[in-house]
């Protein structure tokens, strides 16, 4: 079936500092999202981006669908970044279906 | 923002127990889902649906039921609670993208 992989699977980080989130995915994405999870806390969407360049905030993700491959882009990282980063895609196989990857652990330390 | 919410937050249950989790999003998305979440694991899809009255199979539906009454309403059944059914719960609607719930965690000794 579909695999999301990402790395890394845990990032330090200073206060300040840049972070790069990768997600690989072994099919081509018709849908491809961003969320992030406090620890205990819900999933919240962070970016839908099937393809192309989006920013919010501190935050920019670039999807290139021939290469199966997203990024996140977290800019001079706060503390309050710190939970789990998860990406997520749909296939074209997998119509309304998302198919999560394990997760990035972000710690950002003052 | 979509709003979705899910009852109980929390739950603890015995072996063989019986267990309904309550999700509800008003903001009439068609798609709703019903996922675990599991150390190791992730987010694994059990059951979903497009509509009222319609439930689609999802990657880990064992030992799970599931009906969706109205647009609003999507609700997971576990008629015979296992400890392996021990989990965080969560509820998503879609519009092509999903939000989620704030969760349900379930205990089952």
């Known amino acids: 079936g579909q695999q999301v992989q990402q790395s890394p699977a845990s990032l330090v980080l200073q206060e300040g500092e840049n972070a790069e989130l990768q997600c690989n995915f072994s099919?081509?994405?018709?849908?491809l999202q961003w969320f992030y999870q406090r620890p205990g806390g819900s999933l919240v969407s962070l970016l839908y981006?099937?393809?192309g360049t989006k920013h919010t905030g501190r935050l920019t993700s670039t999807t290139v669908t021939k290469e199966r491959r997203s990024s996140l882009h977290i800019s001079s990282s706060q503390i309050t970044d710190s939970g789990t980063y998860f990406c997520?895609?749909?296939?074209?196989?997998?119509?309304?279906?998302?198919?999560f990857g394990q997760g990035t652990s972000l710690s950002v330390v003052p | 923002e979509a709003a979705v919410t899910q009852s109980p937050r929390n739950k603890v249950t015995v072996t063989g127990g019986n267990v309904t989790l309550s999700c509800r999003q008003t903001?009439?998305?068609?798609?709703m889902y019903w996922y675990r979440q599991d150390t190791g694991h992730g987010l694994r899809l059990i059951h979903y649906?497009?509509?009222?009255?319609?439930?689609q199979i999802g990657d880990v539906p064992d030992g799970y039921k599931a009906t969706r009454t109205t647009q609003e309403d999507f609700f997971l059944l576990l008629e015979l609670a296992s400890p392996s059914q021990t989990s965080l719960y969560f509820c998503?609607?879609?519009?092509?993208?999903?939000?989620f719930g704030p969760g349900t965690r379930l205990t089952v000794l």
């Open positions: 649906s497009y509509g009222a009255g319609n439930l």
């Open positions: 998503a609607s879609s519009d092509r993208k999903q939000y």
């Open positions: 099919s081509t994405a018709t849908q």
């Open positions: 997520a895609m749909e296939g074209s196989s997998s119509f309304s279906k998302l198919v």
């Open positions: 903001n009439s998305h068609n798609y």
């Open positions: 981006n099937p393809s």
